[in-house]
């Protein structure tokens, strides 16, 4: 058994090397459609997979994104939020293999059928319970309600990129119901059901080896690191160690 530390950044870099190789998505970027929503996490992830279908070109990740939580001291932390709306780009829509340029998961959801996948982020996540939950600031749902209509209603896979820094201990339904109460203030949160997504997965499905998180913290830019313990034979802690080693140096999230 062996420890290593990641950062947020080197987590989400990860996090989007192991999606790359995940089966549906393989699949459904060959001869259905890939939608992926908007976000940090998958800023890293939809950066991977154009890479690998060759049309990286014109994509960004500094931009990819609806809302991001930043410190006090940053003057457009106010709501919470660094850009609306009009300021998004797109989601990444692959259609057949071929980016959809400017689509966005409301151009296509009602077209979206089974075998199509959508990669949608988290904001909170119980790692026991492999659920998590959707932050909602809109009236209509936002992204994910648009998404679970063709989860829910077509059997869309669902698949949620969520780094390990954003486990919470409370049960997640609980939580939701809390904070959707009448008279309650702040974002409302939708627990979704599909596939979690974290850290761990991507080193399990990359090597083969298990990894456990054994501790959390850091200063001076590591601040909501995760430590982990991997354990495996020795093909597959070797294995281990050559990608972390390739995400350990991943800079921090830039706007």
């Known amino acids: 058994m062996k420890q290593f530390v990641l950062t947020p950044a080197a987590g989400k870099r990860l996090i989007a090397k192991a999606l790359v190789t995940h089966p549906s998505i393989q699949a459904a970027i060959r001869s259905n459609t890939v939608v992926i929503i908007a976000g940090t996490t998958n800023s890293y992830v939809a950066e991977e997979i154009l890479q690998t279908i060759g049309q990286a070109d014109g994509f960004s990740r500094k931009r990819f994104f609806r809302g991001v939580v930043l410190p006090p001291w940053r003057p457009t932390a106010?709501?919470?939020?660094?850009?609306?709306?009009?300021?998004?780009?797109?989601?990444?829509?692959?259609?057949?293999?071929v980016w959809q340029k400017g689509k966005t998961i409301?151009?296509?959801?009602?077209?979206?059928?089974?075998?199509?996948?959508?990669?949608?982020?988290?904001?909170?996540?119980?790692?026991?319970?492999?659920?998590?939950?959707?932050?909602?600031?809109?009236?209509?749902?936002?992204?994910?309600?648009?998404?679970?209509?063709?989860v829910v209603g077509r059997r869309v896979r669902l698949i949620l990129p969520v780094g390990l820094e954003k486990r919470v201990y409370c049960d997640l339904m609980d939580l939701a119901a809390k904070l959707n109460t009448p008279g309650a203030s702040g974002p409302r949160l939708l627990p979704v059901p599909g596939e979690v997504f974290t850290e761990i997965d991507a080193i399990s499905l990359l090597t083969g080896?298990?990894?456990?998180?054994?501790?959390a913290g850091g200063v001076y830019g590591a601040e909501g690191s995760v430590r982990l313990a991997v354990c495996g034979d020795t093909e597959q802690m070797e294995a281990a160690e050559r990608l972390i080693r390739s995400v350990s140096l991943e800079p921090g999230f830039e706007l």
């Not at 106010?78 to 609306?84: K, L, T, V």
């Not at 492999?130 to 063709?150: S, W």
Request: glycine share 14%; hydrophobic share 45%.
């Open 78 to 97: 106010a709501s919470g939020r660094h850009q609306d709306e009009s300021g998004v780009p797109g989601d990444v829509v692959i259609v057949n293999g």
């Open 106 to 150: 409301f151009d296509v959801v009602d077209d979206l059928k089974e075998g199509d996948v959508i990669l949608k982020g988290a904001n909170a996540l119980d790692p026991t319970r492999r659920q998590a939950v959707v932050m909602v600031g809109l009236a209509d749902g936002g992204t994910i309600g648009a998404a679970l209509r063709a």
């Open 209 to 215: 080896a298990k990894a456990e998180l054994i501790a």
